[in-house]
């Protein structure tokens, strides 16, 4: 079982659409949690972090369950510029007892006009 | 430019050959991580160092890698006997991170443009 895993999509809306993903995660001691963007041919990009107690960024909004161990991520009236590849982000605890951040696959937005 | 900085952009390498790409890291940042990101996929963990030592590595990496960060600034990441299975874009990030803590709850990775590696 992967350590991080999502929908590979892709999800074609609507622009002015809102859109959500979700991310389960397996390691229950998983200690932070983020959503990164990444745009075709290009490094990832934070978009955002992921509290307990949930939190928005304009548009966007992002969830954590600790006891269902996923994060979603909500956009609502979404952009042309919202195409993007939108990667789930887990701080673990590696073998070792060192923190490591694993990345999910990857869920593909596409926003048509 | 003081973001990530990582050479070359592109390698192209013929099988069994040795392959090492460098990453310069956001001079302040103490951590340095590397990943391996082939096409559909997110970037997958090879392995990460705090200021100089290297404190986790993937199990999954084989003993053809191996990364150094002699000094804590710049990072190396070596690929002996390079097989067509190494293809794929090779990522390097830093960060910020407690010097005292091994654990950081909202650690924040910047990343390079990446070295696109291609084993014919």
């Known amino acids: 079982r992967k350590e991080v895993e999502q929908d590979p999509g892709p999800f074609n809306v609507p622009e002015g659409a809102t859109v959500a993903f979700n991310c389960t995660y397996s390691n229950s001691a998983s200690q932070s949690f983020f959503w990164y963007r990444q745009d075709c041919r290009k490094e990832p990009k934070l978009l955002m972090s992921?509290?307990?107690s949930g939190n928005e960024d304009g548009r966007f909004t992002a969830q954590l369950n600790r006891a269902s161990q996923y994060i979603s991520l909500l956009i609502r009236d979404s952009k042309l510029s919202d195409s993007a590849t939108y990667l789930c982000v887990v701080n673990i605890r590696g073998y070792s007892s060192a923190s490591k951040i694993i990345f999910g696959s990857g869920t593909r937005l596409s926003i048509r006009p | 430019d003081t973001g990530v900085s990582q050479n070359p952009r592109h390698k192209i390498t013929k099988r069994g050959q040795n392959v090492t790409f460098r990453c310069d890291p956001i001079?302040?940042?103490?951590?340095l991580y590397w990943y391996r990101q082939t096409l559909g996929q997110g970037p997958e963990f090879l392995t990460y160092f705090q200021n100089e030592a290297q404190l986790e590595k993937s199990r999954l990496l084989s003993d053809r890698f191996s990364a150094e960060r002699p000094k804590g600034s710049f990072s190396t990441l070596e690929i002996q006997r390079t097989e067509q299975g190494d293809s794929a874009m090779y990522l390097c990030?830093?960060?910020?991170?407690?010097?005292?803590?091994?654990?950081?709850?909202?650690?924040?990775?910047?990343f390079g443009s990446g070295t696109q590696l291609s084993v014919l």
């Open positions: 001079s302040e940042h103490n951590r």
């Open positions: 992921v509290y307990s």
């Open positions: 990030a830093s960060s910020l991170a407690d010097r005292e803590l091994r654990y950081t709850t909202n650690e924040k990775l910047f």
